[in-house]
């Protein structure tokens, strides 16, 4: 486990300041679970968040149950404070937390994207979009009761390695939710236009991008120019379309490098390159080392 959380601080969090975690190893550099709790000084926390920016590696589910702070996510600053709940998907981009009070409780589910995939979770796409555009959500007292009762049991099970009841239990757990995040919908200004289609577009990418790399195929897929998809991404995220599916191509990249003794040809082969060259190509022209020297070094 200790080497396991090495390679994960150097990506998101140090787990030795949360109260209690379990987990279940999966074959990513994120376990394919992890549930923790929190409770003590926000310094003890925030100083142990790592680097000033990320783009996420996981699904984190969090929910506040006292305590402030203020989270930056996809360029949007949202202030969090006791019975606030959030969703973070793979690729988003991420700035170092910053506390408003000094004592906070929290609980974190982390979920691989693998995990995900195998519960096959079923949601309407405009709730899908609008959770990846507005990923903040209040709940009443009373459900968040209901969600500690969840993270106790989720605690026993994901520490017994029972995968099926795990899973089971994550699937309840995210409809028990679903409620509170489409009533959230109906009562939050309507997204606009921009925000829907960008919404659908970080959708895609992350469920398509080891398949389909060009901003083209995308804007097929929601059948508009792909000039017009740019613009909106750009709008909307303050980086590029382009930027956002290389980003979620090079965190894959050095998920599998980190974490599993996959061949670079496999691994180029996996994200669906043409060859381990041009492979080799676009790792370095993103991290600035060889896919070979940034296994090496970690």
């Known amino acids: 486990m200790a080497e396991k959380q090495e390679n994960e601080t150097q990506i998101l969090v140090d787990y030795s300041v949360f109260k209690w975690m379990s987990y279940i190893?999966?074959?990513?550099?994120?376990?394919?679970?992890?549930?923790?709790?929190?409770?003590?000084?926000?310094?003890?926390?925030?100083?142990?968040?790592?680097?000033?920016?990320?783009?996420?590696?996981?699904?984190?589910?969090?929910f506040v149950t006292s305590g402030e702070f203020k989270a930056?996510?996809?360029?949007?600053?949202?202030?969090?404070h006791a019975?606030?709940?959030?969703?973070?998907?793979?690729?988003?981009?991420?700035?170092?937390?910053?506390?408003?009070?000094q004592q906070m409780e929290l609980y974190?589910?982390?979920?691989?994207?693998?995990?995900?995939?195998?519960?096959?979770?079923?949601?309407?796409?405009?709730?899908?979009?609008?959770?990846?555009i507005h990923p903040?959500?209040?709940?009443?007292?009373?459900?968040?009761?209901?969600?500690?009762r969840?993270?106790?049991?989720l605690r026993e099970v994901v520490a017994a390695q029972n995968r099926t009841a795990t899973m089971?239990?994550?699937?309840?757990?995210?409809?028990?939710?679903?409620?509170?995040?489409?009533?959230?919908?109906?009562?939050?200004?309507?997204?606009?236009?921009?925000?829907?289609?960008?919404?659908r577009f970080m959708h895609m990418v992350d469920a398509n991008c080891e398949q389909?790399?060009?901003?083209?195929?995308?804007?097929?897929?929601?059948?508009l120019s792909t000039r017009y998809v740019a613009n909106t991404v750009k709008e909307t995220l303050g980086m590029t379309a382009s930027s956002f599916i290389e980003r979620a191509l090079m965190q894959r990249a050095k998920t599998l490098l980190v974490s599993t003794p996959m061949p670079i040809q496999q691994i180029a082969d996996q994200l669906g390159f043409q060859n381990q060259s041009h492979f080799g190509t676009f790792f370095k022209r993103h991290e600035g080392m060889s896919p070979a020297a940034f296994r090496k070094q970690q």
């Not at 930056?72 to 969090?80: A, E, P, V």
């Not at 691989?112 to 609008?130: T, V």
């Not at 969840?150 to 049991?153: A, K, Q, R, S, V």
């Open 25 to 62: 190893p999966g074959e990513t550099s994120v376990d394919d679970i992890s549930v923790m709790k929190f409770n003590g000084s926000t310094t003890d926390l925030f100083r142990k968040m790592l680097p000033e920016e990320y783009f996420t590696p996981c699904y984190t589910l969090q």
């Open 72 to 80: 930056s996510i996809n360029n949007h600053t949202y202030d969090l």
């Open 83 to 101: 019975n606030d709940g959030y969703l973070i998907i793979p690729e988003f981009f991420m700035r170092r937390l910053e506390p408003t009070s």
């Open 108 to 132: 974190v589910i982390s979920i691989s994207r693998k995990f995900m995939a195998e519960m096959n979770l079923q949601f309407p796409l405009s709730l899908i979009s609008h959770i990846y």
């Open 136 to 148: 903040v959500w209040h709940m009443s007292a009373e459900k968040v009761q209901g969600v500690i």
């Open 150 to 153: 969840y993270f106790d049991l």
């Open 168 to 199: 089971l239990l994550v699937h309840s757990l995210f409809h028990f939710l679903a409620g509170d995040i489409a009533n959230t919908k109906m009562h939050a200004p309507s997204m606009s236009r921009n925000e829907e289609i960008t919404g």
């Open 212 to 223: 389909h790399h060009d901003l083209d195929w995308y804007a097929g897929q929601l059948c």
